[in-house]
């Protein structure tokens, strides 16, 4: 049986595994491990075909039956094995770029933050399914210039204090590890979050803070909210070009957001 038949029935045997290969076809990491394990055996059946291994082994154990002489050896190996020993040097080469790639891509699911919207949908309901990404991110003064303009265009201000169950959120993503540190900061009293303000529309959404809000809410807690006389969307739309708020995604934060 020539090389080439042992690749055909290499490939007839993964293609009797489709469902598998399937799967393994949308994830580039495995396809390199697949494909690496293909050359690989590939590689190994060609130097077997060729007798290649089985004369230098042969050679160097002094098993003359299992060796011709060392120059007949190496003349196979430059005839024949040459080829099968790139076919093994690139398989383990694309297995081992696979593996790597797989292992960092498992890490890096690890080290992906929580969604609490996925895991405790009912603390989210009533959001508007847009990512914490695209929110607005509104920090200290810039949060008070940001109120403040809002009154300078003849909308009413509120402080108010309030449980935190009155309102809705308004982004699609809350990092539960977050909001579970917060909650063992109050419990510990170590730090209160429903203390300092969080904004809020007259829809009754949060604009900033529901990391503050979230928080609140597991604790059944009242907090203080400053609500602007606008609807959310209205909020949105000048949080969006409003100098100095910022965008961050889920894992990033730069103060108790």
């Not at 503050?212 to 059944?220: E, F, G, P, S, Y």
Request: hydrophobic share 40%; charged share 15%.
């Amino acid at each position: 049986m020539s090389i080439y038949s042992t690749g055909a029935h290499f490939y007839n045997f993964m293609d009797s595994v489709a469902p598998l290969t399937q799967s393994v076809l949308k994830d580039p990491a495995l396809m390199k491990i697949g494909f690496g394990a293909g050359m690989v055996f590939l590689g190994s059946a060609g130097l077997y075909k060729s007798g290649v291994g089985r004369d230098v082994t042969g050679y160097f154990s002094g098993d003359q039956t299992k060796s011709e002489d060392s120059e007949t050896a190496w003349s196979k190996a430059s005839r024949y094995g040459l080829a099968a020993i790139s076919a093994l040097g690139i398989g383990v080469g694309v297995m081992a770029i696979g593996l790597g790639a797989s292992e960092w891509s498992g890490a890096a699911a690890i080290d992906a933050p929580l969604n609490m919207c996925d895991s405790k949908p009912y603390v989210c309901n009533g959001h508007l399914d847009i990512p914490r990404k695209n929110m607005p991110q509104i920090e200290g003064a810039v949060k008070t210039s940001y109120v403040d303009w809002w009154e300078s265009q003849g909308a009413s201000v509120r402080c108010k204090v309030m449980n935190a169950s009155h309102l809705m959120s308004t982004q699609n993503e809350i990092n539960e590890g977050k909001v579970h540190s917060m909650l063992d900061s109050y419990k510990a009293k170590i730090w209160d979050p429903c203390v300092a303000t969080i904004l809020a529309s007259s829809d009754g959404h949060v604009l900033d803070g529901h990391h503050r809000w979230a928080t609140c809410l597991l604790a059944d807690q009242l907090m203080s909210v400053t609500v602007i006389d606008a609807p959310i969307q209205k909020l949105l739309h000048s949080a969006s070009v409003f100098k100095g708020v910022e965008h961050h995604g889920l894992g990033v934060f730069h103060s108790a957001s």
